[in-house]
């Protein structure tokens, strides 16, 4: 048998070695290996010198009721980027409710990741507007009592 570690000539640095170091994996043959008999499980390779194959990667949920696995949903949906690009197109009247109550009514004409930016009618300042301050948006003439 031969040794895990080889010589290494003196002179050579610590991380030479480190990088010089072999993965070594043993050869089981899955038919051989038996839980009950332990020295079955510690034979020899087989000759035919198959590669081991790593398992696949595990699904994040198993649905054990149905023996299904469920894929974990994406991180962002983009609904919300949909939903201002269509508003922002059609130049929708929205009608925007903020925490405190008060309603601001115009057209979306930007949108980032923290604000949106609000055209008002009639002669009134257009507004920016933090997202968190925001309650809920309609369009509008669609609010029913």
């Not at 929205?94 to 930016?117: F, N, P, S």
């Not at 507004?127 to 809920?136: C, G, H, Q, R, S």
Request: charged share 30%; glycine share 8%.
């Amino acid at each position: 048998m031969k040794e895990a570690t080889e010589s290494i000539p003196t002179g050579q640095g610590e991380r030479e070695n480190f990088a010089n170091r072999k993965l070594i994996r043993p050869m089981l043959n899955r038919s051989e290996h038996t839980h009950g008999n332990h020295e079955a499980g510690h034979a020899a390779a087989p000759a035919g010198g198959r590669e081991r194959h790593d398992r696949p990667e595990r699904v994040d949920r198993v649905d054990h009721a149905a023996g299904v696995r469920k894929v974990a949903p994406p991180e962002q949906t983009n609904a919300e980027n949909f939903y201002y690009q269509k508003q922002m197109q059609t130049k929708t009247v929205m009608v925007i409710v903020l925490r405190d109550g008060e309603e601001v009514k115009g057209v979306i004409e930007w949108y980032d990741r923290a604000c949106i930016k609000v055209n008002r009618e009639g002669g009134k300042s257009n507004l920016m507007i933090y997202k968190p301050a925001i309650k809920y948006m309609y369009k509008d003439g669609e609010k029913s009592a």
